[in-house]
């Protein structure tokens, strides 16, 4: 039910500008404004080498929980659950002194990819299988990032969104997590962090697995940036990622031998949902070279990128080709929810889980897996620049001007009432120096 203490908490969120932190950057108004039984905290944090939920829960134990209890209060659920895998003991210790007083549910989770999954970490809390193509809530459940659960706690005392958790992992000086304003360069994040120990470095953003990769050290971080992943250019991660979409279709088409390891390891397979990796190779490979290809066996695939990075020993690239797949299918009107079967684990599914270490020596990462501890540091960047698009929906619209003063934490910009999207605000105090179609530039 619905109470004006419920609505209370989503408008203070929506004020707030609070959207999914994980990467995904959905408005977290709209999620609690469902009803459900129950809640779960995303703290399986997956990607290889970022560690920065773990720091957060470490660091901010009891406001994330109280995040938690929010989310129920607003949703009526009567069940809160916290996934975290076991081997967060330092995490775990915090939320065991935190937990019992607040009713949740800790729930330990392996340490396996890509266990941070919705889909996954639902099943694995709650034992539900959400159904193929739908969201948590059609089985009675809210998810949210840890970060996202912070983010409202503080909204819910008038604290909006402005600054952002990231880890820097990978060829750099010290490993560490940052809470830094929103709007500041990757360039000056990845300094914090002792800088590139590479000379020509690439950077992946929100993770080697589902992030994307870069070399703009002027990129400013968003509410969406979770962490910052630097690898010498010559990493073989970097050769296959920048490999033209044209150039992986054609080996695909004349390399792939059908031998289904893609489809075989698939973790939304062996959950049950009618993902077939392999069948869209085939697909690709009956198609004109180049041209548009269309098959339904990628459609529920969630681009976790285990196919093309762990289980192709071709190294060929069936996730590409299911994102291409998935798109075509966009393009016309289609959707695919597979035979109208109950959903059924493969019977296999626990014993070809991917563990993470096994996963991060194949990825020729395992070298760079260290700790990356909380560095409290104050940061007073001159020049923030603030995207207008931080979050799923639609862009935000500019409620300043250039010349106007504003305050840190103020509203700049902001989405209509009726749209899908959220406010954003100035994360440092200055005055705005631009503003464009696509972002606000605050000056310190
Ligand atoms: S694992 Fe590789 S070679 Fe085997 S079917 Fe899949 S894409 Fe083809
Ligand atoms: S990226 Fe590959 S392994 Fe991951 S869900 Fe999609 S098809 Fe399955």
Redesign the pocket.
Known sequence: MTTPASNGIVARLREGGVVGAGGAGFPVHVKWAAKVDTVIANGAECEPLLHKDAEIIEHFAAPVLDGLRLAAEATGAGRLFFGIKAKKKAAIAELEKHAPSRRVELSLLGDYYPTGDEFELVHAVTGRLIPPAGLPLEVGVVVNNVESLLNAAMASEGRPVTHKFVTVAGAVGRPATFRVPLGVTFGEVIAAAGGATVEKAAIFVGGVMMGRLTHDLGEPVTKTTTGLIVLPEEHHLVGRMTRPVASMNRI?KS?????????EFCPRYLLGYDVQ??KV?RALGFSALGSDFWSKWGDLCCSCGL?TLY????E???KE?CDQAKSRMRQLGQKWRGPDLPLQPHPMAEGRRVPLKKLEQKLGILEYEQPAPFDNRDWAPRRIRLPLKQHAGAPASPVVGPGDRVTAGQKIADVKPDQLGAPIHASIAGRVASVTEKEIVVEA
Do not use: W
């Open positions: 695909g390399a792939c031998d059908q031998c289904s390891s893609c489809t990796p392999h190779m196919c289980s192709c020993p071709e060929l690239y069936p080709a």
